[in-house]
């Protein structure tokens, strides 16, 4: 595997693990009630997958009495509506009279004037009518109260427009001109349908925005426009949260944006769109229409500036009038950047331009394939322009050759990375092939985030013939006959996937 590769996928398993470890070690959530974060002497704790939060705090927060029977350990908690009637290590409580179950009992932690009653969230969000959104990477719980409760939120207007988008003439919102939304004054209340709250919004400096997010996000259809070209996103039933950046809050109007130094992406910029309904919207300022990604997981939305549409050769045609497949070979690594080493002192970057030459030769002999090399010699390419090339061609398919190691350690074989659902068919048929050509023990097909085979849009995958690390491993990959049998392999399972 490629050297810049791998570190940065340590760094990204570094960064995901302090995130994590910094969030579920020693420090208590922080707890949010309607966007306003509760100050209380005993901070939500999480036991064995329980979130405990304390009740007096929360629920006089929400306007309810609270009173505490110390000799039955029993808090009655009520407004005017309902009665709550609690009991410290009670498996049920009484909610309106009807025994409720409770997975896990309230309980008291502390002592004497400093105890506290606590109970699971879940009874909280269930039995007290609020919504409760954990978010894992800033580590807080919210808790909304889904009802208009804040008698001052404006009925009307209060939209946000991104200043200079209301004459083009971008989708969705209502094209509302209102200064700055909020002219109610002071009110910074998380809108009551707001499913998702925006956390943070970062540029990784390279193309990729990742956009945080708590609760349950959707994505609208991303628009591409024109004059000026823009990449336009709306996430519906979204705010922000409260203290998302200083002065930038749930329903204010302000726009934030951050600039790149990215030749093809100028600017990105956001806002509270619109509260009717609430919508976030992401805009990306580019030079030119360009291709993107965008991936949602639990939590992050990506989007991702491939490369620019413009100039894009058209797809070629046999004189038959038969498609020409564009196929994409990528000899990993280069120049100044050797790849993995192996025992004898070989190096990656060779064994993956030979295979990468052997296989452009037996390509060109295909009448309906085009291949197309990212290096056809000892020089470097980063990994971004790899892909930007690839998705800049409308390439069919992405084929990354590399070779494995592991210092110090036995290990042998071969194995094939994808990244995207889409491109597992084309990796399971590649490594098929390859196996049979190399002989080497099976470490099958995987999945991956390497820059290569996720930034391309068409099916991608990257290769690991064997392991520069192990002598026999090593003697198979720079024998001239096993090259010449790995190039054919890789060229079988291309025609075979395109069915040619
Ligand atoms: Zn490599």
Do not use: C
């Amino acid at each position: 595997m490629k050297k810049a590769v791998l570190m940065l996928v340590f760094l990204v398993a570094a960064i995901s693990l302090f995130a994590s470890v910094s969030s579920a070690a020693s420090k208590a959530p922080k707890l949010f009630l309607n966007g306003q974060e509760l100050q209380s002497a005993t901070a939500p704790r999480v036991e064995k997958y329980t979130t405990y939060v304390p009740i007096r705090t929360v629920a006089e927060g929400i306007g309810f009495d609270v009173n505490w029977d110390k000799a039955a350990k029993k808090a009655v908690i009520h407004n005017g509506d309902s009665l709550i009637e609690l009991i410290v290590g009670s498996k049920s409580a009484l909610v309106n009279g009807s025994k409720v179950p409770l997975a896990t009992p309230a309980k008291i932690v502390g002592s004497g004037s400093a105890s506290t009653t606590m109970v699971p969230l879940r009874f909280i969000s269930e039995n007290m009518g609020l919504k409760v959104y954990f978010d894992s990477p800033s580590n807080s719980v919210f808790l909304y109260q889904p009802n208009d409760v804040n008698p001052e939120q404006p009925d009307g207007g209060g939209n946000g427009t991104i200043p200079g988008e209301d004459d083009n003439n971008e989708p969705g919102g209502d094209g509302n001109t209102g200064e700055n939304g909020n002219s109610g004054g002071g009110d910074n209340s998380i809108p009551a349908d707001a499913e998702a709250l925006i956390t943070s919004i970062q540029f990784d400096g390279i193309g990729t925005t990742n956009i945080a997010y708590a609760g349950s996000a959707t994505v609208g259809e991303p628009q591409m426009l024109s004059n000026p070209n823009r990449l336009v996103l709306d996430i519906p039933k979204a705010a922000f949260t409260e203290g998302f950046s200083p002065g930038f809050t749930a329903t204010n109007a302000k726009m934030g944006e951050l600039v790149t130094e990215n030749e093809l992406l100028t600017k990105v910029r956001f806002s509270y769109y619109s509260d009717k309904p609430s919508t976030v919207r992401v805009v990306w300022d580019l030079s030119a229409a360009a291709q993107y990604t965008i991936t949602k997981s639990d939590g992050l939305i990506q989007v991702s500036i491939l490369g620019s549409l413009e100039n894009v050769p058209p797809n070629p045609t046999t004189p038959d009038g038969d498609k020409i497949f564009k196929v994409v070979i990528d000899a990993g690594h280069g120049a100044h950047d050797p790849g993995t080493a192996s025992v004898s002192g070989k190096v990656e970057k060779s064994f993956n331009l030979a295979i990468a030459l052997k296989v452009n030769e037996l390509l060109k002999k295909e009448p309906r394939i085009q291949p197309i090399l990212t290096r056809s010699d000892d020089t470097f390419v980063t990994l971004d322009e790899r892909a930007a090339m690839a998705n800049r061609l409308k390439a069919d398919l992405f084929l990354s050759i590399h070779a494995n190691a592991l210092k110090g350690s036995p290990a042998s074989g071969t194995e094939t990375f994808y990244n995207r659902a889409d491109s597992k068919t084309f990796a399971d048929i590649i490594h098929k092939h390859l196996l049979g050509a190399t002989d080497l023990p099976d470490r099958k097909v995987k999945t991956a985030g390497f820059v290569v085979i996720k930034k391309t849009t068409m099916p991608a995958v990257l290769t690991e013939s064997g392991f520069l690390t192990n002598a026999k491993d090593e003697a198979v990959l720079f024998n001239e006959a096993k090259q010449n049998e790995i190039a054919q392999a890789l060229v079988d399972g291309i025609k075979e996937y395109l069915k040619l």
